[in-house]
């Protein structure tokens, strides 16, 4: 683990949405939140009155840039252009984002960094920060060692992820979480029609996560295709209407090469 | 719950596969296991071993035709000829498969059944069936009261499931468990390829199933095809090749139809 923070640093937040709502409230205690800057100035006001001593900023311009930290919470697409309209800071200056190379904040510090949290965040669902991996890339090593401690004093652990890997692990989630979120959603709709839901799967689905991670996913992959049962797959298939049995017939052809390639 | 078993009932089990062994250790003590058939004798010698007082039987018509219950745990393209090569069975016959409709065991006795285990077995882990739904069908109501109390005995709960509900489930399975585990198996190896793997996504892959059994997947659904996030989607698009890039473009547009359509 790296040296504890020297002091307790001054942050601004770019963005009131959910990465900002819950970066600012972990981040609160082991850094004072400085001023909160969003577009939306109603969202501004209402974050930073979480905050003590956190002032409401509707324009990029009026951001103090003594900072010791700037930090970007905005929507990928806003990035660079939240990064070019910034005053010129003195301090650190970093993104949140998974998919957006480090780059993208060039030109506005001498420092800059990533500081992103792997994970999903929506407003209603609290999120536990401390089982949580928050990957850091900076431009130099005294940036990145103040990234690593704050990200140390939030959450589980930091590690190092260079924008090669950051995007990896962001194409990595999406199949992981967001699609195998859609699978179940589609588990869902077929369980409705028979006066069933997805709850009913609940035991499966814990054991089928807890094998994948434990024996690696190839190792653990059952199922009809992991069988090569044809005469079940066709069943199904001829079940299936639409997206999910263009869905069941193209991961099916997937597993079956995996098992013939591994 | 139903009555309890009212004797501790003798049951033969015809099959020596990953379903046919975990059962077998399960029933044993609150049943009696009596013979082990299958077509491959030494599997049924060494199954047979491990239960006091239980004989390998090579042939169907071998089987002891007073047993209570006869357990046809083979695959699924086997259980009809083997229905219809059974002696005639003076107790209950039931199958084990989630895709198999009932009519399969017509003819081979007076009780037929369904006792259908919702889970995944493998020989190599440890499957824990008190967390396991077993679902259970029978022709009528005094065999469906005895595979309910074998069920309520060595699971976590016995659900009523005629043939078009268990099919139901065995494809919403596929899809939850099987499809998801292949997203992860494509997730572990774009990892591989940056130096990672899929224990960095550990904890979001928990939060991810947590949410979707607590708020309902389709309200959990998060990503960049859920936000319509066209730019990150070409671009993810553009890094990947091959079945994985098919799959990325099927369940983004998916998704997409999901969100137009909700």
């Known amino acids: 683990m790296p040296d504890p923070l020297p002091h307790k640093p001054r942050i601004s937040i770019i963005g009131s949405g959910n990465v900002a709502t819950h970066l600012a409230r972990a981040l609160d205690g082991h850094a004072c939140i400085s001023q909160v800057c969003s577009r939306n100035f109603t969202h501004a006001q209402e974050l930073a009155s ?10 990029l311009a009026d951001l103090d840039p003594t900072v010791d930290l700037c930090l970007i919470a905005v929507a990928d697409d806003a990035i660079a252009s939240v990064a070019q309209s910034l005053p010129k800071m003195q301090g650190l200056v970093a993104h ?25 965040f929506s407003k209603d669902a609290k999120v536990d920060l401390s089982a949580v991996t928050i ?31 950051r995007k990896a692990l962001h194409i990595a ?35 089928t996560l807890d094998k994948a991670l434990t024996l690696s996913p190839a190792k ?14 066709a ?14 017939s193209l991961l099916t052809t997937s597993i079956l090469t995996h098992n013939v390639s591994t």
């Open 220 to 233: 653990a992959q059952t199922g009809p295709a992991a069988r090569g049962d044809q005469r079940v797959i």
């Open 135 to 165: 990957f850091t890339e900076a431009s130099n090593a005294s940036a990145l060692a103040k990234l690593d401690a704050l990200a140390w004093a939030i959450a589980k652990e930091a590690r190092h992820a260079d924008s090669q890997q």
């Open 50 to 59: 979480r905050h003590r001593g956190c002032k409401a900023v509707e324009n």
């Open 235 to 248: 069943d199904h298939l001829s079940r299936l209407t639409g997206l999910p049995h263009d869905i069941y």
């Open 173 to 207: 989630a999406v199949f992981g979480c967001n699609f195998a979120n859609h699978l179940w959603t589609i588990a869902d709709e077929l369980l409705r029609r028979e006066g069933l839901d997805l709850s009913v799967l609940e035991p499966l689905l814990r054991v």
């Open 96 to 120: 949140t984002s998974g998919s957006t190379p480090i780059e993208a904040l060039a030109g506005c510090s001498d420092q800059i960094g990533v500081f992103y949290p792997l994970q999903t």
